[in-house]
Nanobody
Framework: QVQLVESGGGLVQPGGSLRLSCAAS????????MGWYRQAPGKQRESVVV?????RPNYADSVKGRFTISRDKETVYLQMNSLKPEDTAVYYC???????????????WGQGTQVTVSS
């Protein structure tokens, strides 16, 4: 029905930058919200930033001032600056999508992309 394909992860030194992308495709009537989550080894998945369409983004305190979400139609980006070792995690894209006017909105996940911050 709906697919989310992520790209842009990798290895970066502390203080460096990365840009993640997530493209949504499939049976999309409209997108209610898009965002990014992350999961570090041994930890629960946590919200990094979520933005309801047309609204202001809601950032986790740990990334405020360093990460920026942007969106172009059905693609969402996460610009990550001043990266720290504690930002190391698998990053997942999430979209809350309405596939048709009769069906309630539903959340979809990308496959995840690894971000490693290390010297």
């Amino acid at each position: 029905q709906v697919q989310l394909v992520e790209s842009g992860g990798g290895l970066v030194q502390p203080g460096g930058s990365l840009r993640l992308s997530c493209a949504a495709s499939g049976s999309i009537f409209s997108i209610y919200a898009m965002g990014w989550y992350r999961q570090a080894p041994g930890k629960q998945r946590e919200s990094v930033v979520v933005q309801i369409s047309g609204g202001r983004p809601n950032y986790a305190d740990s990334v405020k001032g360093r990460f920026t979400i942007s969106r172009d139609k059905e693609t969402v980006y996460l610009q990550m600056n001043s990266l720290k070792p504690e930002d190391t995690a698998v990053y997942y894209c999430n979209a809350v999508v309405i596939t048709d006017w009769r069906t309630p909105a539903r959340g979809y996940w990308g496959q995840g992309t690894q971000v490693t911050v290390s010297s």
